[in-house]
């Protein structure tokens, strides 16, 4: 069988679940990714044999997304040729993890295909939303890369295409411990919108993941780390508490380490503020914006006693069996 996987770069987590998926997948057959977008800062350790600069997001300095700046790099034209220039007829089976290019090529191509990932689950209504009404944000989700069928990936299984996250081998097999620094990985925030407030915070260092950082160094109670998946699990694994945005997988793999998590959604982006609303009815303290304040912010959440349900990681080759009976159905 000759699978075509298209992956959405928009972010590391898209990524991250490919690599874990990929050994699992080759046992069905032979495997090809397409990689669509370029914010994904990751070295790539699978077969990608067609790339796209797609649509990629852009952040401001504090916390937002930039909307000019996105809007700015997107070439339709680029992106309905890329769409025809796919060879999807060669493929028995098309997974698509949210890329727009993909689902056109679909639609042009006459190919079905099955999306598979966590903004799948969103096809649900019963996937939990933010309280704001947002009806561009939602037509994001359920229209941007659509598909005729759908396997969602969440915290818990709000409906019945919905299963587990995917954790990665290194996490799931891995005997966590608290050795009493703080991960952080916020990339929508620049380092001086934050790292005033890190130095504040007395007796907790803070092991800061950013992607301009080239080699590590220490500076006060802040380790700066480059983004690096081993160097970024180490950190996890045996951290205290995690600073981290409104994605999925980091959040799912601290949760399913049981570590304390403080989220900070990315600013007016719909997806991050679902997943926080989420996050808030398993007992995760959410902060939805970062101001003066910020340090007394980390402080009272680092002294408040928090319990969170450990929740179940998925399991791979069961899920992947019923991705190609459902996409053969």
């Known amino acids: 069988m000759k699978i075509f996987y298209a992956i959405q770069a928009t972010g590391n987590g898209h990524i991250s679940r490919a690599v874990q998926l990929y050994p699992y997948l080759k046992k069905f057959g032979t495997v090809d990714f397409f990689m669509s977008g370029n914010n994904a800062s990751l070295n790539v350790d699978i077969p990608i044999k067609y790339k796209s600069k797609g649509c990629s997001l852009h952040y401001s300095k504090c916390g937002g997304l930039d909307y000019w700046e996105i809007?700015?790099?997107i070439k339709p034209l680029q992106m309905y040729r890329d769409a025809k220039a796919l060879p999807l007829s060669d493929y028995d089976v098309v997974i698509n993890d949210f890329d727009s290019i993909t689902s056109l090529a679909c639609r042009l191509q006459k190919v079905k295909s099955v999306q598979f990932g966590h903004q799948a689950s969103f096809m649900s209504d019963l996937t939990p939303r933010s309280e704001k009404n947002n009806i561009m944000g939602e037509l994001v989700l359920k229209h941007y890369a659509p598909s005729p069928k759908y396997i969602g990936l969440h915290f818990k299984q709000y409906d019945s295409f919905i299963h587990p996250p995917i954790i990665k081998d290194e996490i799931f097999q891995a005997t966590p411990k608290d050795l009493n620094h703080i991960s952080v990985y916020l990339p929508s925030f620049d380092r001086e919108c934050l790292e005033k407030a890190f130095h504040k915070v007395k007796g907790?260092?803070?092991?800061?993941?950013?992607?301009?950082i080239k080699e590590i160094r220490k500076e006060g109670n802040i380790t700066y780390f480059p983004v690096n998946?081993?160097?970024?699990?180490?950190?996890?694994?045996?951290?205290?508490?995690?600073?981290t945005g409104g994605g999925f997988e980091t959040p799912a793999e601290a949760l399913f380490l049981n570590k304390k998590i403080l989220s900070i959604p990315i600013q007016n982006h719909y997806e991050q503020e679902c997943n926080a609303a989420a996050l808030k009815l398993l007992g995760v303290p959410v902060l939805n914006k970062v101001g003066n304040d910020f340090h007394i912010e980390i402080e009272n959440w680092l002294n408040?006693?928090?319990?969170?349900p450990k929740i179940q990681a998925n399991d791979i080759p069961k899920?992947?069996?019923?991705?190609f009976d459902t996409y053969n159905d």
């Open 71 to 73: 809007a700015k790099n």
């Open 204 to 212: 907790i260092e803070f092991q800061w993941f950013l992607n301009d």
């Open 229 to 243: 998946q081993k160097l970024f699990n180490d950190s996890l694994i045996n951290c205290h508490g995690i600073l």
């Open 319 to 323: 899920t992947l069996q019923f991705l």
């Open 304 to 308: 408040g006693k928090i319990e969170y």
